[in-house]
């Protein structure tokens, strides 16, 4: 049973900076790949990137690209959401999710979530 526990939201001022960490456990992640999510008040889930466990491939949705870097620690089988210059406009909850063999961009592709973290972005 695969368990994922997001942690590192919190409020913060535009431009800032902030990680947030997924703790993974349950299962070997070696053939898995570990994405980001978030969804704002009314909207739906939005990709913001993944990584493939094995390996330093990451991925991103085009928006993404160039404020926010993922980057995983074997020993501690976590995987980190670094984003910088945060807008307002980055205010979600942050859910990491995780799949195995390939890779998708879509939410309904990720079989195992975790419970989410809050960021709030203030103006």
């Known amino acids: 049973q695969v368990q994922l526990v997001e942690s590192g939201g919190g409020l913060v001022q535009a431009g800032d900076s902030l990680r947030l960490s997924c703790a993974a456990s349950?299962?070997?992640?070696?053939?898995?790949?570990i994405g980001w999510f978030r969804q704002a008040p009314g909207k739906e889930r939005e990709f913001v990137g993944a990584?493939?466990?094995?390996?330093?491939?990451?991925y991103y949705a085009d928006s993404m690209k160039g404020r926010f870097i993922i980057s995983r620690d074997n020993a501690k089988n976590t995987v980190y959401l670094q984003m910088n210059s945060l807008k307002p406009e980055d205010t979600a909850v942050y859910f990491c999710?995780?799949?195995?063999?390939?890779?998708?961009?879509?939410?309904?592709?990720?079989?195992?979530w975790g419970q989410g973290t809050q960021v709030t972005v203030s103006s």
């Open positions: 349950g299962r070997t992640f070696s053939n898995s790949f």
């Open positions: 990584i493939r466990w094995s390996g330093d491939s990451t």
């Open positions: 999710a995780a799949r195995y063999y390939t890779l998708s961009y879509r939410a309904e592709g990720y079989d195992y």
